[in-house]
């Protein structure tokens, strides 16, 4: 497969990254299955091209748009990134993308936005998992505009130097790296900018378990597990668990964000 | 149906129950192959973990339903039941094992927190804990020793612990998902066919 030559960046971590097969054979997309080795045996099912991502709400410039213009004249960078999920395992996944903020400064915020919104793609005779309700779907993320806007936030559309694979939310996903993963919305087709908090899938099902944030945070346990350490997959079964980093390591880049806000009410 | 069952009682009665002894553990030892070498995928200690503690769950699953399988089929597995309930219990004794050895690498502190504070780890260890006396009062020389009206007074806690390990499944699942569900669903159905059972047995005994 000819790479995407996506240029190295300095926001990436020197860990060594987790393997290919791992990263693409145990995830949590359950639009097509709560076992985390359904996504990897479904989602072939997943029509990706054409793919369109309407981008509405308060914005200068809404519509739909084609995948293939919203890529046009992005660099793309590979951006190695810790991966810290909500269940207290973790991978270091070298995506490819661009930051968000470079799409949202294109189509124009409105200075009345506050928030971004995000839709997953709901197709259900494609994504077997959303023929029961699991969730509401479609699925449904949200971040504050600072947080959008923050060069660590980036779209994905590959791994490891090739186009994304369809059970890591092909084609065009969010990775938001200081956040628990379910932050970082799979397969995209909506972008809404708004001025109120929007609504978010995870923190709806259960507002006790999943906050609006969901910062990575060892000191703020999940209500039925401990948060403080975590165990990186793919180490196999003597694999030591490693204690959790404030917002997974990117503190000095992101605790800026939360300043004078108890992390403990706002989790 | 009846034809079946009668078929099915004639094959079993030659079978001897040690045989689960010596199959029902075969399971665990081919996980535990795997994971050594690679076939429990990315997350290999928590697939051991699961697949162990849905093994013993079925398992005691099994167990209660000897008793309406025989009152409403006619189908008896009395004999089994002992090495069922046995081998169930191994295979949740294996469940915490690798839930304390692997996946806690024996850090003491967090796990009594978490059996503290965890609802789902709270109530999965009170199954357990249920189980022990249970299992430690399975062999012929003790139903003797205890005699067998105190003994079976004893071993409803069986109802309790199973109940108590179904919950701990459905509580630890993200979202509403079917399997837990399922296992909770047929957990009840069998402890409540049971109740039903337990009033006409003795409805029946006074006639």
């Known amino acids: 497969v000819a790479g995407l030559g996506a240029k190295p960046s300095r926001w990436s971590t020197d860990e060594p990254p987790t393997a290919y097969e791992h990263i693409t054979s145990y995830n949590n997309f359950y639009e097509f299955g709560t076992g985390k080795e359904d996504p990897a045996r479904e989602a072939h099912r997943l029509t990706i091209d054409p793919w369109s991502v309407r981008i509405d709400g308060l914005v200068e410039r809404p519509g739909t748009y084609d995948l293939g213009d919203l890529l046009k004249g992005v660099t793309l960078e590979e951006r190695i990134y810790r991966f810290r999920c909500v269940e207290a395992w973790s991978a270091v996944i070298p995506w ?5 903020r470079d799409l949202l400064n294109r189509v124009g915020v409105s200075p ?6 995000f839709e997953t793609l709901l197709r259900p005779e494609e994504m077997p998992g959303t023929r029961r309700r699991v969730l509401d779907w479609p699925y449904r993320e949200g971040l504050r505009l600072d947080e959008a806007m923050h060069p660590l936030t980036i779209l994905a559309t590959g791994l490891y130097d090739e186009p994304l694979p369809k059970q890591n939310g092909a084609p065009i996903r969010l990775v938001v790296p200081w956040k628990y993963g379910f932050k970082s919305i799979k397969s995209i087709v909506r972008i809404t900018l708004t001025d109120t908090q929007p609504y978010c899938t995870w923190n709806q099902a259960n507002p006790r378990e999943y906050g609006f944030y969901s910062n990575v945070n060892p000191n703020v346990d999940h209500p039925r597990w401990s948060q403080a350490t975590e165990r990186r997959i793919g180490e196999g079964l003597f694999a030591r668990r490693r204690p959790t980093l404030m917002f997974n390591g990117y503190e000095k880049e992101v605790a800026g964000l939360y300043a004078g806000m108890d992390l403990r009410k706002f989790y | 149906m009846g034809r079946i069952v009668d078929l099915t009682n004639r094959a079993l009665r030659r079978v001897a129950p040690s045989v689960l ?14 994971g050594f070498t690679g076939g429990l995928g990315a997350e290999p200690i928590r697939a051991l973990e699961q697949r162990l503690g849905e093994a013993g769950l079925q398992l005691l699953i099994a167990v209660l339903a000897v008793t309406p399988l025989r009152r409403y089929l006619g189908l008896n597995l009395l004999r089994f039941r002992r090495a069922l309930a046995l081998v169930g219990f191994f295979y949740i004794c294996l469940h915490l094992l690798a839930w304390l050895a692997l996946d806690m690498n024996l850090l003491w502190g967090q796990i009594f927190a978490d059996i503290a504070r965890r609802p789902y780890i709270t ?3 009170l199954g357990f804990v249920l189980m022990v006396p249970l299992a430690l009062t399975s062999s012929d020389r003790a139903i003797r020793r205890l005699g067998p009206a105190q003994w079976r007074r004893l071993h409803r806690l069986a109802y309790p612990a199973v109940l108590l390990g179904a919950c701990h499944y459905l509580l630890l699942v993200k979202g509403w998902q079917w399997e837990p569900v399922i296992y909770l669903a047929a957990t009840c159905v069998l402890l409540a066919l049971r109740l039903e059972t337990g009033a006409g047995g003795r409805r029946r005994s006074a006639q």
């Not at chain 1, 490819?96 to 968000?100: A, S």
């Not at chain 1, 009345?112 to 919104?117: D, H, I, R, T």
């Not at chain 2, 002894?21 to 795997?34: D, E, I, N, S």
Request: neutral net charge.
């Open chain 2, 21 to 34: 002894y010596v199959l029902a553990p075969l399971p665990a030892g081919w996980w535990l192959w795997q």
């Open chain 2, 123 to 125: 109530v999965g260890m």
């Open chain 1, 112 to 117: 009345s936005a506050k928030y971004v919104a």
């Open chain 1, 96 to 100: 490819v993308g661009f930051e968000l």
